[in-house]
């Protein structure tokens, strides 16, 4: 078992910067690929970054390419999302979410098996 804290959400305005931390319980982080996802009022879970069990290989949603930037360290059991040049559209719950599968199939909520409780990004105009 897997349990998922993020923290690091708040209010900012647009163009600015967030950063985004989950910590991860448990000796096998290194065998799960992580991912972000997020939530806004009315709308379904989207995918947003992935990171590969090894940090070597990321994917981004085509929204956040560019902006966003995902990492980890599988020593200290954390993944990271930084966010930069935040617009209002990026308000929304973030989660952090592990998957069993490798990145190529963890695109999606789906495969996600261990979640996180999130944490509120919300984006002032």
């Known amino acids: 078992q897997v349990q998922l804290v993020e923290s690091g959400g708040g209010l900012v305005q647009t163009g600015g910067s967030l950063r985004l931390s989950c910590a991860a319980s448990?000796?096998?982080?290194?065998?799960?690929?992580m991912g972000w996802f997020r939530q806004a009022p009315g709308k379904e879970r989207e995918f947003v970054a992935a990171?590969?069990?090894?940090?070597?290989?990321?994917y981004y949603a085509d929204s956040v390419e560019g902006r966003f930037t995902i990492s980890r360290d599988n020593a200290k059991n954390t993944v990271y999302l930084q966010m930069n040049s935040l617009k209002p559209e990026d308000t929304a719950v973030y989660y952090c979410?592990?998957?069993?599968?490798?990145?190529?199939?963890?695109?999606?909520?789906?495969?996600?098996?261990?979640w996180g409780q999130g944490t509120q990004v919300t984006v002032s105009s």
């Open positions: 990171i590969s069990k090894s940090g070597g290989v990321t």
């Open positions: 448990g000796r096998t982080f290194s065998s799960y690929t």
């Open positions: 979410a592990a998957s069993g599968a490798n990145i190529g199939k963890a695109l999606s909520p789906i495969p996600y098996r261990y």
